[in-house]
């Protein structure tokens, strides 16, 4: 428990400064499916793509399907304990190499450099 705390209170700081960078992207994801949604042809280009969770623990990995699933357009769908890859259903994958980059930085920049974890 004391590890998990002196964890939570070392990445305070990080979420903080997420948090207005998630707020921005929860918005302009909620307008854009919104729009799309009230459209006769919604302009959706549905597709997966895998995000890489090297060198996360599990409840980082956890948290990263968490964030991902509630930012819409996006859906964490599968992660496996071993595995490094999150499958992630996105509506709007035009490119899916920028989709998977975009993802990627998005959860480092709410959980930090992956496998850094304080003493």
Not at 17 to 38: C, G, H, K, Q, W
Not at 69 to 96: E, F, K, R, W
Request: aromatic content about 8%.
């Amino acid at each position: 428990m004391k590890n998990l705390w002196k964890r939570t209170l070392f990445r305070l700081p990080n979420l903080l400064r997420f948090l207005p960078i998630y707020l921005r992207e929860m918005t302009v994801s909620n307008i854009r499916v919104a729009i799309d949604a009230l459209r006769p042809v919604p302009a959706f280009v549905p597709g997966f793509v895998e995000v890489s969770l090297k060198g996360y623990d599990p409840i980082q990995r956890w948290e990263a399907a968490c964030l991902i699933s509630m930012t819409p357009g996006t859906l964490s769908l599968d992660l496996v304990d071993d595995s490094d890859i999150l499958l992630v259903h996105a509506l709007y994958l035009q490119d899916p190499e920028q989709t998977k980059n975009e993802l990627e930085t998005l959860v480092r920049q709410a959980l930090g450099k992956p496998n850094y974890l304080p003493s």
